[in-house]
């Protein structure tokens, strides 16, 4: 089955489009297909950059070359971490490629994690950043902010770790913070969030990150643990995950989920290994209409 899926990818078989794709995604994957042949290297280059934005059909091919050095250096951590992702969103044949490879790992490559070419890519692809080092690196009037999601985190059952990139990637642990779309404080909540959750003072720390921290761990349920579509909810709104049956095509929100990932690179959520017999699938989320939240980074 390996060789069958190889021979159709650099056979220049048309990409799978998401119809809610833009048409430069859709016409760069069609690009990137036809090189797959005779330029896979240029063709893995291309792939990179648009699963660096949440594309599952890139994530899927992309995976596909690393699996058997096609342009990439072999390596089937990378490709059981593309086929993952990828198949966390609904993808069949990255599913597919999963089982048959039997081989799991979280270990993307850093050509999807950051703006790296994928055959400068190190052979140990491991590109996760050191969540300990941005902590200890924090300025003393943020220690305690750090030390207040650390401690609370456990309150609601979500994974420190997890909460500490939350706050991280939200805020950088600024109890001031305020973006243009009125998200607030450490949690970065906007004012239905703070309302939902029964936060009266968003600019109060310890209000905030329990705010912030119970829409998680119900996140965290809803989505049965998968840290990609519960931190995607978080960014976009879980009805905007709903209706698209997986993260959302949203430049933001798929940035937002790869800077999680690169400092939290684990599919489940550790706490809920085991709670649920198997991973929810993307395509069973629902299909609610919604639109999406609008918010943006917060003004520093």
């Known amino acids: 089955m390996l060789t069958l899926a190889l021979a159709a990818l650099l056979a220049g078989g048309s990409p799978n489009f ?8 859709r016409q760069a994957l ?8 005779a330029d896979p290297w240029g063709a893995a280059a291309r792939y990179c950059r648009a699963a660096r934005l949440g594309v599952t059909e890139a994530q899927y091919r992309l995976g596909i070359l690393y699996a058997f050095g096609a342009g990439v250096p072999e390596d089937r ?3 059981a971490s593309l086929f993952s992702i990828a198949a966390q969103q609904g993808h069949a044949e990255a599913q597919s490629m999963l089982e048959t490879i039997r081989y799991s790992a979280d270990a993307l490559p850093p050509c999807v994690l950051g703006n790296v070419d994928p055959a400068h890519a ?9 969540l300990d080092e941005i902590i200890a690196g924090l300025p003393k009037r943020k220690r305690w902010v750090a030390e207040l999601v650390e401690r609370m985190a456990g309150w609601y059952d979500v994974d420190p770790r997890l909460a500490l990139t939350i706050a991280t990637v939200e805020s950088r642990f600024e109890p001031g913070a305020r973006s243009d779309a009125y998200a607030m404080g450490v949690m970065q ?10 936060v009266r003072d968003a600019y109060n720390a310890s209000q905030n990150i329990r705010g912030g921290l119970r829409y998680l761990r119900w996140l965290l349920d809803r989505y049965q643990g998968n840290v990609a579509l519960a931190v995607a909810g978080y960014n976009a709104g879980e009805k905007a995950v709903d209706r698209h049956r997986g993260v959302p095509p949203y430049d933001e929100t798929r ?3 790869l800077k999680v990932r690169r400092l939290y690179p684990y599919a489940m959520h550790l706490p809920d ?7 929810m699938p993307v395509a069973e989320a629902g299909s609610s209409a919604a639109k999406r939240t609008g918010r943006q980074k917060p003004v520093r």
């Open 18 to 25: 998401n119809p809610d794709e833009p048409a430069s995604v």
């Open 30 to 37: 069609q690009i990137a297909a036809k090189m797959e042949s």
């Open 77 to 79: 951590k990378a490709a």
């Open 122 to 130: 190190p052979v140990n692809l491991q590109a996760t950043l050191d």
């Open 189 to 198: 909540l906007i004012p239905a969030t703070a309302d939902r959750f029964n």
């Open 255 to 257: 940035q937002y989920v």
């Open 273 to 279: 290994a085991g709670r649920w017999p198997t991973p």
